[in-house]
């Protein structure tokens, strides 16, 4: 055997030991590239559950959302309703200070001076709030 065929049989079995040596970078990059997939799929998982929630919220929020413009479009018309009764009760009590006026002596609204003189010249008087009756003790 020369020396040459020593050094060949000298690097190959270091190699081989090499290979086999349980500290080899290459299976510390292969542990840790299996352990990145187990978390990549883990996480994977979390997202399409969270996407799955998400789709039933966006459901959710969509019909919210369509139940309030239904209630939208019934105050309006609530609204147009109390309008409507606001500008009749402004005529009526227009109609009782003309009375007022004419019979001084029956006096059929409660408006004081001031209030029916704003009202006489078109001007809409402060609205008088009822006194809330709140039981005793409370």
Not at 45 to 59: D, F, P, R, S, Y
Not at 84 to 90: S, V
Not at 106 to 118: F, H, N, R, T
Request: with cysteine; proline share 4%.
């Amino acid at each position: 055997m020369t020396a040459s065929h020593r050094t060949l049989i000298l690097f190959l079995g270091l190699a081989g030991a090499l290979a086999i040596l349980p500290g080899c970078v290459v299976w510390d990059i292969n542990d840790g590239i299996v352990a990145s997939n187990g978390n990549l799929g883990r996480i994977e998982g979390e997202l399409q559950a969270i996407n799955e929630e998400l789709g039933q919220t966006n459901e959710n929020l969509t019909t919210v959302e369509a139940r309030l413009d239904s209630m939208d479009q019934q105050l309006k018309s609530l609204q147009d309703q109390l309008t409507a009764t606001n500008k009749h009760l402004e005529s009526l009590r227009k109609t009782i200070n003309n009375i007022d006026s004419t019979i001084p002596f029956l006096k059929l609204s409660g408006d004081d001076k001031e209030a029916q003189m704003e009202l006489e010249n078109g001007e809409t008087p402060p609205t008088q709030e009822p006194k809330s009756e709140e039981p005793a003790g409370e």
